[in-house]
């Protein structure tokens, strides 16, 4: 490639916005940081996404059994409470789909299971660069008013700008 095909190339680029695109991902990287280092005992601060489905397995399977498999996904989340304490769980399952409905039944359960750990908490606030069709539809966010009354709790959601964090290495 010569220079004069190169310069061509990059003008041809669309600055304007790919330099939208990088500030907006540093805002929300920033925005992200400050506000997971959580000083409120009564607010707990969440991070969730789903990993790729994995396909199972046997250690000892036969040739045949290659073929035929099935898959599980993985929901993460990472809990951010007063004084940097941490907690993360990992739910695997057999429905795939990735959709609202398993974000609801996944998101309950761990609330359930992290308001027992901290009953004082009154305030959630979930972060998530999730899929429209996970944490960015309208579903989700009837989903949050049915946490507010299901848990007594006021929940905040923070949908951030895709590949824009650490994630949990802060």
């Known amino acids: 490639m010569d220079i004069g095909a190169l310069v061509n190339d ?96 996944f998101v309950e359960r761990i609330l359930e299971i992290e308001l027992r750990k901290h009953p004082d908490v009154k305030e959630v606030e979930v972060f998530s660069d999730g899929a429209s069709s996970q944490f960015k539809s309208r579903f989700n966010f009837a989903n949050i008013g049915y946490l507010c009354e299901k848990f007594k709790l006021n929940v905040k959601m923070d949908l951030l700008c895709i590949l824009s964090w650490e994630g949990c290495s802060r």
């Open 10 to 105: 990059v003008n041809t680029l669309d600055t304007p916005k790919y330099l939208i695109h990088c500030y907006i991902k540093k805002q929300t990287h920033q925005y992200f940081k400050t506000a997971s280092k959580n000083n409120d005992p009564k607010t707990l601060k969440l991070q969730l996404d789903f990993s790729e489905n994995y396909k199972t397995a046997f250690q000892d399977e036969v040739q045949s059994a290659h073929f035929v498999y099935q898959q599980v996904a993985i929901f993460t989340e990472v809990s951010w409470y007063v004084n940097n304490e941490t907690s993360s769980f990992i739910v695997v399952s057999d429905d795939v789909t990735h959709d609202k409905y398993c974000v609801r039944t």
